[in-house]
């Protein structure tokens, strides 16, 4: 990487943009594992806790959930903390995840406890970490936010597949 963590350059030049400085995440091999992997998870979720599984399916609520918290989502947590701890020098890897990351992610799944049942807010830990993880690679929040969202909408399909 770069070293450009900055959490105002979400499209800025990083380690992998083509030689023209755009950026290819979305062929990059970690965002499409990254995108694959969600498939058998969702399949899990709609066997094994779909009756657990509870989300509005309205036009604004889905709006909501693959679009504005996403986004404010990723601009917070990846975007702010996860920069600025960068930028500080949190960079010390654990198993090849950053202590800023994991520090992020802490902080994501404690915010999530505030509105989701215990195991629900857990559950975002390991997608958490992949959206840091995107962040990361690219420098940039897009590919957590884009991430985010096709998480997202995997599991309001899983919840519209077992109401139907």
């Known amino acids: 990487m770069n070293g450009d963590h900055s ?3 979400p499209g800025g030049t990083g380690s992998h943009g083509d030689a023209t400085g755009r950026r290819c995440w979305l062929y990059d091999p970690h965002f499409l594992l990254a995108a694959l992997a969600a498939v058998p998870v969702w399949i899990a979720l709609g066997l094994l806790v779909a009756d657990r599984m509870h989300a509005s399916l309205t036009p604004m ?8 918290q996403p986004v404010i989502e990723e601009l917070v947590f990846r975007g702010a903390l996860q920069s600025y701890l960068l930028d500080r020098g949190w960079t010390r890897h654990i198993a090849l995840i ?3 990351n ?3 992610s ?11 049942p215990l195991g629900w807010a857990v559950a975002v830990a390991a997608p958490s970490l992949v959206f ?3 962040r990361e690679r690219f420098s ?3 590919p957590a936010i884009a991430m985010h969202s ?3 909408a995997g599991f309001a399909l899983v919840v519209w597949i077992v109401r139907v």
């Open 7 to 9: 959490a105002t350059n």
């Open 61 to 68: 609520a889905l709006v909501s959930f693959l679009a504005l």
């Open 98 to 100: 950053s202590t800023a």
């Open 102 to 104: 994991i520090t992020t």
């Open 106 to 116: 802490a902080a994501f799944v404690s915010v999530h406890l505030l509105v989701q």
């Open 132 to 134: 840091g993880h995107l």
């Open 140 to 142: 940039s929040v897009l």
């Open 150 to 152: 096709i998480y997202n």
